[in-house]
């Protein structure tokens, strides 16, 4: 039953955020909502105008359906107790917050012309204090636990005070993680589709029935947006969408307890990331003179290399894919505990 109820929010989702797609992206170009494009990528010149924040497409069913399957969960064969409704409501909360900061970087780009939006330091501060209010609500509920499980270990780290300012960090880093892994047509959609696919499962597995839904809903929706986001693309997500994306991928992984199971399951995020973050180190360091990728985040170093959007995706949605399934056999294999 539950199996049959998580799929129906998938198929539901998929619908609505596929349909929505002819109501939506016509909206967008009436109101001039395009994405500006920096002249440092010239392969993408011509995506110049092409309506952007569309992830609410993929926003509001996903939303809507998780919050209506929680008064109705039990009717669906879920089961999802009251500290359940906790944690769902506290993560979406969340997530909702951290897509309200993706919203202003947006709005900023299309209306006032800047192709930047909010500055490092503004959008730091305010996921900075997102997360510090993500973390303290856990540990007001009892879902916060100082203990993390290594991954594919059955090794339990005590970390004691130090989990919070560790968390605050990861969490700050996957959001932006996520953000940076939309750079290209169907990338960041279709990696991520992936990993709430391996969330269904999982969640479901680990009594978190309430987070399961959400990770069915989101997957769906986002099986619906690609059908207008893969290349070429007729809408960007934006910052409104990735935001909203990267902040579902760590209440996925929190909701499970398991919070360093971002590092293997979001090994394309960890690596986007990070390939930016050497680029400006080994750039700043050499003062200019030496760089270790053609242009980052990764993504955008393979696209020079000669591979098309479509092999980019291919690959790294593949390379998520064997992640999860290998994260996947360790959980159900029982090497829990």
Known sequence: METVSLLVVAVL?????????????????????????????????????????GGVMFIVPSIVLTLSAIP????????????GIKRIFASVVMIVAMTAVGFID???????????????????????????AYLATLRISGAADTSVLIPFTGFYLELGIFWYPIMLVAIYGFVNAVNFTDGIDGLCAG?????????????????????????????GALAGFLIWNFHPAKVFMGDTGSMFLGGTFVALAFSIRMPLIMIPVGFIYFIEFFSDVIQIAVIRLSHGKKKVFKMAPIHHHYQLSGWSEVKIVAVFSAITAVMCGVTALWIFGGLLG
């Open 72 to 83: 109705v969960g039990s009717l669906m064969g879920l089961d999802i107790d009251s500290d």
């Open 13 to 53: 989702s998929f619908a609505v955020a596929g349909l929505s797609g002819y109501l939506v992206i016509p909206r967008l170009k009436r109101l001039h909502i395009g994405q500006t494009i920096s002249e440092y990528v010239k392969e993408h010149q011509s995506k110049a105008n092409t309506p952007t924040m």
């Open 106 to 132: 947006d709005y900023i780009k299309v209306v006032k012309k800047r192709n930047l939006g909010l500055t490092e330091l503004q959008k730091t501060v305010l996921q900075v204090i997102i997360a510090a």
């Open 191 to 219: 990696v991520t589709a992936v990993v709430c696919c391996f969330f269904i499962p999982v969640t479901a597995f680990l009594g978190a029935a309430e987070h399961a839904v959400l990770a069915a809903a989101v997957a």
